[in-house]
C-alpha cells in the first residue's frame, strides 16, 4: 500500500460490503477508508488521484447494491466523530455529511425548526442526501439547501449554491464528488406540529413500505413518460408483486421496494431487476431507469435481452 502511505491508520484493505449496505449483499471492497477529518480526507484523495484509483463513497449503504465480487479501488465512509457536527443560527443549520438523515430530521424539528418532515424515514445519510436529492411525496432535501461543500476526486475543494448544485429529481451535478457538509434553511415554528408532522409521514410510510425487510429503498425511479403511474403502481398493476428471483423477490407491499431473504447474493437482486424491467418493457415499452446505485456491475448486466440498449 505504498500510496497510502500516512494514511494507513484508517484504511483497511479488503472489508466485505455485506456488512455495510442494507441489503446485506455484496463482496469485499479493495481499500476502505474512514478518513478522521478532512485534511486526512484530502490527503487520501490525492493520494488515490495520483495512483489514479477510481474513488466511491458509501454512506450508510442503504441505496446501493454491491457486486458479488466486490469492488476494486478505494471506497471512502466520512464517519459520524469527525464529519457529523449539526449547529444552528437562527434560521440556518450546518449539518456535516456523515450525520443520518434521520437524526438531522428530528433534531431540526426539536430545535423549533421546519422543512425537513418530509424526509422523515428515508434512511442513509446527509451526504448521500444531497448527492441524490433524497425525498418522496411529500417534498425532498435540495429545497432547503442554500450552500454544498466538499472536495473533488482530485482532493480540491469546492462550495457551490444551491443552485450550481443543480438539484433535480433523484439526482443532482453533486454526483462524482465527495460532499462534506451543507448549510441548509429551515422556516422556525412550533416544534409540537413539527412532531405531529414526523408521525404523520412516518406512519404513511409504515404502512405502505416494508421498513423492515432487507431493502435499498426504492429500485426504480417514476417514469418521466406522461401517461404512466409512479414505478411503484406501475408494478403493481403489472402483477409484478411477489416476482422471485433467487432470494430476491418484489415486496408485496411496495412493488417499488426488492426484498432480499435467507442467503440472497447481489446476482439475485441484478436478475430481478433485469426481468421487472423486461416485464414493464414488454407492457409498456418503457425501460426503468435505476434510482439505487450499483457497483461492481456494467449497465448491460442489468439490462433486459429485449431492451435495445442492451444489444
Known amino acids: 500500500m505504498n500510496w497510502l502511505q500516512g494514511c494507513d491508520s484508517f484504511v483497511r484493505e479488503r472489508v466485505p460490503l455485506a456488512t455495510l449496505t442494507s441489503y446485506r449483499v455484496g463482496g469485499p471492497a479493495e481499500f476502505y477508508a474512514t478518513p478522521p477529518d478532512l485534511a486526512a480526507l484530502e490527503q487520501l484523495l490525492r493520494r488515490a488521484a495520483d495512483a489514479r484509483r477510481p474513488v466511491r463513497v458509501l454512506g450508510q449503504g442503504t441505496n446501493l447494491l454491491a457486486a458479488d465480487d466486490g469492488v476494486e479501488g478505494l471506497v471512502i465512509h466520512l464517519p459520524r466523530s469527525g464529519f457529523g457536527a449539526v449547529t444552528c443560527a437562527g434560521r440556518r443549520v450546518r449539518a456535516g455529511a456523515g450525520l443520518g438523515l434521520v437524526t438531522l430530521v428530528n433534531w431540526s424539528v426539536g430545535q423549533g425548526l421546519h ?14 442526501a444531497l448527492r441524490m436529492n433524497a425525498g418522496g411525496k411529500y417534498g425532498d432535501i435540495g429545497r432547503r439547501v442554500r450552500r454544498v461543500s466538499g472536495l473533488e476526486y482530485s482532493g480540491a475543494p469546492f462550495e457551490w449554491s444551491a443552485e450550481e448544485c443543480g438539484f433535480m429529481y433523484r439526482g443532482s451535478k453533486l454526483s462524482g464528488r465527495i460532499v462534506t457538509g451543507c448549510e441548509l434553511e429551515l422556516p422556525r415554528g412550533d416544534p409540537a406540529i413539527g412532531r405531529m408532522l414526523l408521525a404523520e409521514v412516518y ?26 403511474p409512479p414505478a411503484g403502481k406501475l408494478l403493481d398493476d403489472l402483477g409484478l408483486k411477489g416476482l422471485r428471483v433467487g432470494g430476491a423477490s418484489v415486496s ?5 421496494f426488492l426484498i432480499c431473504e435467507g442467503q440472497t447474493l ?39 435481452s429485449c431492451c435495445p440498449l442492451a444489444a
Open 115 to 128: 422543512g425537513l418532515e418530509c424526509l422523515q424515514g428515508i434512511p442513509g445519510t446527509v451526504g448521500a
Open 203 to 228: 406512519g404513511d410510510k409504515a404502512a405502505s413500505q416494508p421498513l423492515a425487510a432487507r431493502s435499498a429503498g426504492c429500485v426504480f425511479k417514476n417514469p418521466s413518460q406522461a401517461g404512466l
Open 252 to 256: 408485496t407491499l411496495h412493488a417499488n
Open 266 to 304: 447481489a446476482r439475485d437482486v441484478a436478475g430481478l431487476i433485469r426481468l421487472v424491467r423486461q416485464r414493464v418493457y414488454e407492457a409498456r415499452g418503457v425501460l426503468l431507469e435505476l434510482e439505487i446505485e450499483v457497483w461492481g456491475m456494467e449497465p448491460e448486466e442489468l439490462l433486459p
